[in-house]
């Protein structure tokens, strides 16, 4: 629950901070608040994937860290994007195109933790034999 509430939370200040808005004029802009819950589900998705790294306990922490560090820096590229976009939004295809990107951002995300997953396993399991066939 702390974390839903601190990703809707730390996208509101974003827009706020961004285009000079209150909360309550974000909350009544149908295109801001839809693209904000788009953000906010990446914002949810850095800041789980950065928990379960420091949860988790395995020997391969370094890898964790890495990823956590590019989905950080993932995340404000992509908040910048969709912000270069919420500029120039002025029509419902426009708000298409914003909420296009932000699942196209949310996707590669997850493919990313994905291929930084099977990474560490197979960096696990090799780790795994070399020692097997050093103790042999």
């Given at each position: 629950?702390?974390?839903?509430v601190f ?16 909360y309550d ?12 819950n ?35 820096l ?5 908040s ?39 990474t ?5 399991a ?11």
């Amino acid at each position: 629950m702390f974390f839903i509430v601190f990703c809707d939370t730390v996208t509101y200040i974003m827009w706020a901070a961004l285009l000079g808005k209150s909360y309550d004029e974000i909350a009544s802009d149908d295109k801001l608040l839809i693209i904000s819950n788009l953000l906010n589900l990446l914002v949810f998705y850095l800041l789980c994937r950065i928990f379960i790294s420091i949860v988790e306990k395995n020997e391969l922490k370094e890898i964790k860290i890495q990823e956590s560090i590019f989905l950080l820096l993932m995340t404000a590229f992509e908040s910048f994007v969709v912000y270069g976009y919420m500029i120039n939004v002025n029509s419902v295809e426009s708000v298409i195109e914003v909420i296009a990107i932000l699942l196209g951002f949310l996707i590669f995300n997850i493919y990313i933790t994905y291929i930084t997953r099977k990474t560490a396993d197979l960096k696990r399991a090799t780790t795994g034999s070399d020692i097997a066939q050093a103790v042999s």
